[in-house]
């Protein structure tokens, strides 16, 4: 479904992504976990193109790509397979939440009005924020524009669900509602790639952890594994220190 | 107020109103055409487009380092040649009566105007959170599609109020295209008023048909401005 192959980012000449190999199965949740700084945001960028790769391959749902030379169209396609989720929401701001979910149907996959509206509708209704559609992203709360945030990025029906730290934002006490949103996508059956600071969260709803230090991937496998019983040492370091501090910090 | 003529300056009322047409004239259309062309220029700055970009930041020091009246003279002789040397190069047939006062005044203002409004609008679009065209291309929109929909919409909130200050500039400007000929307000004025040797009363009646418009266009900006702010929260409704 979605393979990472030998991928580097430079930053002029920070070595910010050290050759990341990562393979996600239709139907995966994959969760990436790590020390600040080590890559993970870029990771999750490139993958959408949102950042350009300075070499590697990336496969989508069929659609490959060599960053050293790709086109302006496969780069469109290619982002086409996924969908994003932001850590600060990233919501339109001059659209209501429904048009938050329409705008991209109607311009991109050129939907009728009617037809996108019913699709937002339907996906504003599964993260149970109907009543408030008519909303624009400054009269909502950010628990409930992470809400929209993540009925945008469905309603794209992409291959593929990016998520970058969908919760840090959010005050500790919705932190809990959004995770069980998104878990209940995982069951659905939606392949999902979940960079996250909430490590609980990531034993119970990933089929596969990797942990990430300084650009590289230092362990990956099942997250019994990698989380409880982790076998680098850079890992246990990472998982003591995590747990040393308390849940409620930001 | 014993030197002022009461009854004269009342009379000539109707007769300056005639000119209005033609501040208004001058002034919408460099607002339009100068925000049209100041929105292209900004891309080519934001994007920093090789020579259009350097062109650009020489256009704008031009115009806004030079005096306007200057701009209008230059405009004025310059464009009628530009015409008959066009005519000589290409050997078109270009009429250069087509450059009359008034064209060339819509000109020269929209010119002028449009270097001013480079920088307003690549401001107002710099401003505009970098997340937002991401979230477009993250739906799948093309970097024109985003610009278009998301970020001009909102860069140009944030530029209202600059806009609005350039409008109400731009009305009290357009008084120098006198200069070329052009009967508007006071352009009207200075007729009656060497016809009547009447000087105060007639421009005392101008400026206050300037200062009137000008609370008008005040009264319709902020409105406009009030109705764009909608999606910035409306209040007492927020979670
Ligand atoms: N636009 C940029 N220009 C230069 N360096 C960058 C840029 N973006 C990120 N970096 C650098 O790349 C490295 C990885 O950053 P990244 O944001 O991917 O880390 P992260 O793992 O997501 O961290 P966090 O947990 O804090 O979000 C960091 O050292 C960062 O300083
Ligand atoms: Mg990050």
Redesign the interface.
């Given at each position: 479904m979605l393979t990472v192959s030998n991928l580097h980012k430079y930053y002029g000449d920070t070595h910010v992504l050290k050759g990341i190999d990562i393979e996600v199965k239709q139907g995966e949740v994959l969760s990436i976990v790590g020390p600040s700084g080590s890559g993970k945001t870029t990771l999750l960028r490139c993958m959408n193109y949102l950042e350009k790769p300075s070499s590697g391959q990336l496969s989508i749902n069929k659609v490959d790509i060599d960053a050293k030379h790709v086109s302006k169209k496969q780069i469109h396609t290619l982002r086409q397979q996924s969908s994003m989720v932001f850590q600060q929401y990233n919501l339109f701001k001059n659209k209501t939440a429904l048009e938050n979910i329409t705008e991209g149907l109607m311009i991109a996959k050129k939907m009728p009005k009617s037809e996108a509206e019913e699709v937002a509708e339907s996906f504003l209704k599964q993260v149970g924020l109907s009543e408030r559609k008519q909303a624009y992203p400054n009269e909502l709360s950010g628990g409930q524009q992470q809400r929209v945030g993540i009925a945008r990025a469905m309603a794209m029906n992409p291959a593929v669900l990016l998520f970058d730290e969908p919760t840090s934002a959010l005050d500790p006490e919705i932190v809990g509602d959004i995770l069980a949103i998104i878990k209940d996508i995982a069951k659905q059956g939606m392949t999902m790639v979940i960079v996250t600071h909430e490590i609980e969260f990531a034993r119970s709803v990933s089929d596969q952890v990797v942990f990430m230090d300084q650009g590289e991937v230092v362990e990956k496998g099942k997250p019994a594994d990698v989380l409880v019983h982790p076998s680098h040492e850079r890992t246990k370091r990472f998982l003591k220190r995590i747990h040393q501090e308390p849940d409620f910090i930001i | 107020m014993a030197g002022i003529d009461l009854q004269f300056a009342l009379e000539q009322v109707p007769k300056i109103l005639q000119g209005v047409p033609y501040t208004l004239l001058v002034t919408i259309v460099a607002m339009i055409v100068g925000l049209v062309i100041g929105t292209i220029l900004a891309f080519f700055r934001i994007y920093r487009v090789p020579v259009l970009h350097q062109l650009t930041v020489l256009f704008v020091s031009f115009f806004r380092g030079t005096p306007l009246i200057v701009q209008l003279f230059v405009f004025f002789y310059g464009l009628p040649m530009l015409i008959l040397s066009l005519n000589d190069t290409f050997q078109w047939g270009l009429n250069p009566d087509i450059m009359s006062p008034l064209v060339i005044a819509l000109i020269a203002y929209s010119i002028n105007s449009a270097s001013y409004l480079t920088e307003v609008v690549r401001s107002a679009i710099q401003s505009v959170?970098k997340?937002?065209l991401?979230?477009?291309?993250?739906?799948?929109?093309?970097t024109f599609?985003g610009m278009y929909?998301?970020i001009l919409?909102?860069a140009f909130?944030t530029a209202l109020p600059n806009l609005g200050n350039h409008f109400i500039m731009l009305i009290k400007a357009s008084a120098l295209a006198f200069t070329i000929g052009i009967m508007d307000v006071l352009g009207i004025s200075r007729v009656i008023a060497n016809d009547g040797y009447r000087f105060l009363e007639t421009y005392l009646v101008a400026a206050l048909i300037y200062w009137l418009l000008s609370i008008i266009f005040e009264i319709i900006l902020a409105r406009i401005e009030k109705r764009a702010r909608?999606?910035?929260?409306?209040a007492s409704?927020?979670?």
């Open positions: - | 959170d997340g937002q991401e979230a477009a291309k993250a739906v799948g929109m093309t599609q929909r998301i919409p909102q909130v909608t999606f910035e929260g409306r409704n927020t979670a």
